[in-house]
């Protein structure tokens, strides 16, 4: 009983038929055939019957008074709208002509009298058949529109809770303009800007692997590595680092991120810049008009151990208007109607004939839209200028802690050696140390600047012992990083020393940071004659450190350095 | 078939041929191409001759054979690219660590 029921399903069907002896018949092989029946004796009681009882299945006389078969069909099909209720027209007809007619008009299937039961029993069948069928693809249909509206909101809430996470960021900045659909991240593209404490940018532009949902969850741990450590004041290639080995944890191994970082310094005047696998970007230098191509050298994020990722970075300098352009592999893989790519080229000859760098973007938009017939969603682009570092003002960090427990009367001293120096940055955790002050807070981008500089001088011209002087113009300025890391990874022995003194005075207090190194110093006298400029591309760092600190000194023929910070009494 | 796999007589090196576009509808024909075959390949070859375009998602699929091979000590050459696809090996510096050949 149970696998007849599931096979066969009673219907109920409406008969509308003029001819009463017909009817009867019909009715009666109908309700043999285990059907409930309807009647109508004309076309106007059959639309009537349809309205109220909602018969499934309809059998039609063609000719009948009042209203024909052919207007009851119309009707009837109207009022069903998407449901299908397949109507089989009862006809004596025989003419090609009006047997169309009864399509035309609506009909399924039509069934010439008189009639055979066994050819109306498989007729029902059939028709029953389809209209299972077309239930089945409209509920469906329904419930991939449901599931669609399901994953949209669901992509709106991550995406509000996605903004959270990186509402540190500061896209916004003057210096940053970028395009990117709002739902990018669900493209696996994603932008991320952030003030380092010196108040230099970092900027990320990264592509994961695939779509939807896989692609966008990697981007929650690569924001907050990236956020963390730019506000702690870490650098490139240890973010990078952190960035690699935390997606390689992660993800999966066919998962994985493409991504540009950069860091672009105001005071320095320059940018570094690590591609992993993104498309080339540019460096634009206004007034030479160049176009430097910023090349992938690195395997994307997520994929090498961490034993085996390569973090170096690339420095160029850069003038005040100079710009670096960013782009996702979007804007090169946009087909158009004969799956031809975009490609490079047509990028390259958009740069060519680019006057006004502010209209760059809308440039190549509509070259995209000219070339495809429509925009993508998955294009992504960003350009950051170089300003003066005065136009931008890097958010004031916030702080939790009462004071209460600030220490005021303390010092210490680290002696950082070759081996250490090859693969360690300590300043994000002096830093860390040195605002527990809470007096020193208010100049931590200051101190920051000056404790790198002071670093980096001890560093590179002392122990490495590199001529800042090599860094007069571009391409002695790539020479002087290259050999920067030739020397550090062949280094066997030398070191910096680190003393931090932090004294109460009155209501304020000081801080005097002092850096040795194992170098062979400098001509301290001639360096301090110099101009306190910030124009020129070397020797940046000591008029950097002598204008944000109190006091500066250098002694032991400019092996060692010293330098005051003081607060007054906090508010 | 997109995906075509021939085994080498004495069964030790596996050559893949991909035909057309090589990106995620290649998915689940590309890991059965390898994933079952015993004894295990020493060496692997993914014959690119005929793929007209390579996406991440194939690249994320190199990475998997990669995987499957021994990880850093997969022996995996990328034969015959054309120059389209192998601009997108370039930019993705997958030559540091596949043979492109």
Known sequence: MIAVQSSFESLTILIAEDSAADRMLLSSIVRRQGHAVLTAANGAEAVQAFEQQRPQLVLMDAMMPVMDGFEAARQIKALAGETLVPIIFLTSLTESEALARCLEAGGDDFLAKPYNQVILAAKIKAMDRLRRLQATVLEQRDQIARHHDYLLNEQRVAKAVFDKVAHSGCLSAPNIRYLQSPYALFNGDLLLAAFTPAGDMHVLLGDFTGHGLPAAVGAMPLAEVFYGMTAKGYGLSETLREMNSKLKRILPVDMFCCATLLCLSFQRRSVEVWNGGMPDGYLHSIASGTRTPLTARHLPLGVLSPQTFDDRTQVFPMAVGDRVFLLSDGVIDTCDANDQLFGIERLERVFAANQQPDALFEEIEQALRDFRGEARDDVSMVEISLVEAAQLSPPAPVYSDSGQSCPLDWSVSFEFRAATLKRFNPLPYLLQLLLEVHGLRAQSGALYSVLAELYSNALEHGVLGLDSSLKRDASGFARYYQERNARLDALQDGYVRVNLQVSPKGEGGSLTIQVEDSGKGFDVAQVMDRPLDGVRLSGRGVSLIRQLSREARWSDDGRSACVEFYWEALA | ?101
């Open chain 2, 1 to 101: 078939m997109s995906v075509v796999t021939e085994v080498s007589q004495n069964g030790q090196k596996l050559t893949i041929s991909i035909k057309g576009r090589f990106d995620f509808a290649k998915h689940q024909e590309f890991r059965e191409s390898y994933e079952n075959l015993q004894p295990k390949p020493e060496s692997f070859e993914v014959n690119l001759r005929d793929a007209t375009y390579l996406d991440s998602s194939a690249l994320g699929m190199l990475l998997l054979l990669r995987d499957h091979a021994g990880g850093e000590n997969a022996e995996i050459r990328l034969t015959h690219a054309n120059a389209d696809v192998r601009k997108i090996l370039a930019i993705s510096n997958f030559e540091q660590i596949f043979d492109v050949a």
